[in-house]
């Protein structure tokens, strides 16, 4: 499976942006979905986990309540809904895949099978 991240850009803060993941090959629905990201001089962390079957979510508490996570398996598409975006928002955001019916939590970066090339978002005024 190939992960390909979209939707990324410049916003100001307040404004909402919606991130795409498009996956090749036939078996996306087996895999656990992570989002990611990496700010600038920052470790790459953890912003949001979804199950295979999307009965389980998890996010970060610098997200939570204004972050949504989504897929669509029939699609092969994640997605990550960002609303009320901050400055400190601002990051290379990362679509990563886990193989397996695995539990949803905020998973260290070590545990995921694949990455995305990443897209860049950017909250300023």
């Known amino acids: 499976v190939r992960l390909v991240e979209s939707g990324g850009g410049l916003v100001q803060p307040g404004d909402s942006l919606r991130l795409s993941c498009a996956a090749s090959?036939?078996?996306?629905?087996?895999?656990?979905v992570g989002w990611f990201r990496q700010a600038p001089g920052k470790d790459r962390e953890f912003v949001s986990g979804?199950?295979?079957?999307?009965?389980?979510?998890a996010y970060s508490d610098s997200v939570k309540g204004r972050f949504t996570i989504s897929r669509d398996n029939a699609k092969n598409m994640a997605y990550l809904q960002m609303n009320s975006l901050k400055p400190e928002d601002t990051a290379v955001y990362y679509c990563?895949?886990?193989?397996?019916?695995?539990?949803?939590?905020?998973?260290?970066?070590?545990?995921?099978?694949?990455w995305g090339a990443g897209v860049l978002v950017t909250v300023s005024a």
């Open positions: 990563a895949g886990r193989l397996g019916i695995v539990r949803v939590s905020r998973w260290p970066e070590t545990f995921m099978d694949i």
């Open positions: 090959g036939r078996t996306f629905s087996s895999y656990a």
């Open positions: 979804i199950s295979w079957n999307s009965d389980d979510a």
